[in-house]
């Protein structure tokens, strides 16, 4: 690896980056709109908060109970892929032991109440508590066959109840800040790379670079150097708008790094294979809505594993951690997975770009 | 010959699947030779050439250039030859300058060099006008410019007066004579046989991927130009002498000195013919 070669290819990149008014234009435009989010964007999570829906109940509960074996047994099957029981013991807590749920889950939590009875907390995401209508309707029809399946001779349970708005959740402004970074990153990494190397095969630049003194692992590294940075910096100016105190934090930067080299693996794997620009930005575009779709369906569906495959699957969940400080175990474990999506996306991306990417 | 040679494809051989496009092609190109490689569409000029900048590997054969295996040496090989291919490809937005400052610094070649070239090609006035802007003609001088850069041994040209007016076809050939005379080698492959006469040392004619006919532009026109004399008669018949013949030849003197010689032609070189015979196919 010749660095004068390295620093004339680097060149290269950073002027053709300046002749893309197109490409410039974007970026000015995102960091105009974090901007705007940073400025007039709703501070208040709990104001501001992404109309929610519940798409998985938890019936949380601190001990085994003949009323949780009652509500097991008497799940109707519309709701029972909806539905999930977990002992107390499962349950994920952040560092201060506060039970963390999901975007888009409720919980319905019993514990033991007074006299044998049953102290129930209906948590519902936002401000309507009606989300969890479904579920509140199934528990009191059951919770009423129970008690009234007591023998005669026994007191009923009683049962207190309460409800119970989750805090936090997905307010506008982090969300809006962690769609940003993601764009941005995937923008450089995913469109604007593919899309500038096939532009340049297409014209035969890439070929006569190659029969430079370059050798394909100078180019290959000179492309695994610039978007990277180019990705970085974009992702700080983002930042640095919305809370600046993030680009103290590790984990931060570790969910950044992985989220561009794994972009940066999609990106140069899309361009080894694509012939022409105009199948790169296809390429780019396909690769981005099929895995949105896939990730959809699997959400709805909840189809297990497959969306751990994914790296758009991970990113958004430890980004939006990273800037909303709330970083649990289950964010580390993306990080990880992560990690390792980045790792083998690059290694295809190099394989591929080393073999045929650059004729 | 042995060291005094800088390119030498042995056998070469080319495949495409059960194509054979190049069929154990030998040549020996020595220093400071105008080569050419002349052959219609398919007959494996392109497929050489591919191979000769690396963009292919032999299916079979060996090829050197200045002794280091094509194959084994490619990286210091590349540094050898420069390449001129018939498409251009140029970063269209920067100037012709910033075009050849990049390939300046990946070659490791002084600023000045960049200028020398662009003033080589003609186009000093025009270096700071971005390449959309430039002529197909102006195009195609720049490729030559960024092949000459780093003052290469070996000089691969595709096709390299095509679209060029009169004037840079001199430039280029001038430049191409220039260059031989300083003891670089220069490859072109063409289908146009005046181009080949004009400047080539030696040439090789090509088809279905074999070699047909090596040799000089002279000696090919020699041993195939068609020793004949088409006659026009004072009294309007048309008539052909073989100067090859004794008795035709014999006629025709008489044809002239009896002044029943309204007109005389005698038959040119003719390279479709030429080729016609050579290999029972025309030339397309």
Redesign the interface.
């Known amino acids: 690896m010749r660095w004068?070669?390295l620093?004339?290819?680097l060149?290269?990149e950073v002027?053709?980056h300046l002749?893309?008014r197109g490409g410039i234009a974007l970026l000015l435009l995102l960091i105009a709109a974090s901007l705007l989010l940073s400025f007039f964007g709703v501070r208040d999570a709990a104001n501001g908060e992404v109309a929610p829906s519940v798409r998985l109940c938890y019936v949380d509960y601190g001990t085994p109970s003949p009323l949780v074996a009652h509500l097991r047994s008497h799940l109707p099957s519309e709701l029972a892929r909806y539905v999930e029981f977990r002992p107390a013991q499962r349950v994920p807590t952040d560092a201060n032991g506060t039970i963390v749920y999901p975007q888009g889950t409720a919980a319905i939590q019993i514990r033991p109440g007074a006299d044998g009875g049953y102290r129930i907390s209906f948590w519902h995401p936002g401000r309507d508590a009606s989300v969890m209508a479904p579920f509140e309707i199934w528990f009191w029809k059951e919770a009423l066959h129970f008690t009234q399946s007591q023998p005669a001779a026994k007191p009923s349970p009683t049962i207190e109840a309460e409800r119970l708005q989750l805090k936090g959740g997905l307010d506008p402004r982090s969300g809006m800040a962690t769609a940003l970074l993601l764009f941005g990153l995937f923008f450089v990494c995913v469109y604007l790379l593919p899309s500038l190397t096939c532009e340049e095969r297409e014209?035969?630049?890439l070929?006569?670079?190659a029969?430079?003194?370059?050798?394909t692992t100078e180019i290959l590294a000179a492309k695994f150097l610039f978007y990277p940075v180019l990705a970085l910096a974009l992702a700080v100016v983002l930042t640095l708008t919305y809370r600046p105190i993030v680009l103290t934090r590790p984990f931060f930067w570790l969910a950044l790094l992985a989220a561009v080299f794994g972009s940066m693996g999609i990106g140069l794997t899309i361009a080894s294979l694509a012939r022409t620009q105009r199948a790169a930005s296809m390429g780019a575009m396909c690769y981005t809505l099929a895995v949105a779709l896939l990730l959809f369906i699997c959400q709805q569906n909840r189809i297990p594993g497959l969306p751990y495959l994914a790296l758009e699957y991970h990113c958004p969940r430890m980004l939006h951690a990273a800037l909303t400080d709330m970083v649990l175990a289950s964010h580390w474990g993306h990080l990880a997975g992560a990690t390792v999506l980045a790792v083998l996306w690059s290694l295809l991306a190099a394989f591929l770009f080393r073999r045929h990417g650059w004729? | 010959m042995g060291t005094d040679v800088i390119l030498r494809l042995d056998d070469l051989t080319v495949r495409y699947g059960a194509f054979v496009a190049v069929d154990r092609l030998s040549l020996e190109l020595r220093p400071g030779e105008l080569f050419g490689l002349l052959g219609p569409n398919g007959a494996g000029k392109s497929s050489s050439l591919r191979v000769l900048i690396g963009q292919r590997r032999p299916s079979g054969g060996r090829v050197t250039v200045a002794g280091l295996d094509l194959v084994r040496d490619w990286q210091r090989i590349k540094t050898l030859f420069g390449y001129v291919p018939d498409r251009e490809n140029h970063f269209e937005e920067f100037s012709g300058r910033r075009n050849l400052q990049i390939f300046a610094g990946l070659y490791g070649v002084p600023a000045r060099r960049v200028e020398e070239c662009l003033e080589l090609v003609e186009l000093s006035e025009a270096a700071h006008l971005p390449v959309r802007a430039y002529s197909l003609g102006m195009r195609r001088k720049l490729l030559l410019a960024r092949g000459l850069l780093h003052r290469p041994r070996l000089l691969y040209l595709d096709e390299p007066s095509a679209n060029l007016d009169i004037h840079s076809t001199a430039v280029v050939h001038g430049i191409l004579r220039t260059l031989t005379a300083e003891g670089v080698t220069v490859l072109l492959t063409t289908h146009n046989m005046r181009e080949v006469e004009e400047v080539c040392d030696r040439v090789a004619i090509l088809c279905r991927g074999r070699l047909i006919a090596l040799d000089s532009p002279l000696a090919l026109r020699q041993q195939h130009v068609e020793r004949k004399v088409d006659v026009l008669l004072a009294g309007g018949a048309r008539r052909v002498f073989d100067l090859d013949d004794d008795d035709a030849r014999a006629c025709l003197g008489k044809h002239v000195a009896a002044g029943e010689v309204a007109s005389l032609q005698t038959r040119e070189f003719d390279f479709h013919e030429t080729f016609l015979k050579l290999t029972g196919t025309p030339f397309e």
């Open positions: 004068r070669i620093r004339a290819l060149h290269k002027l053709r002749a893309n014209r035969g630049v070929l006569a670079q029969l430079s003194p370059a050798t004729q």
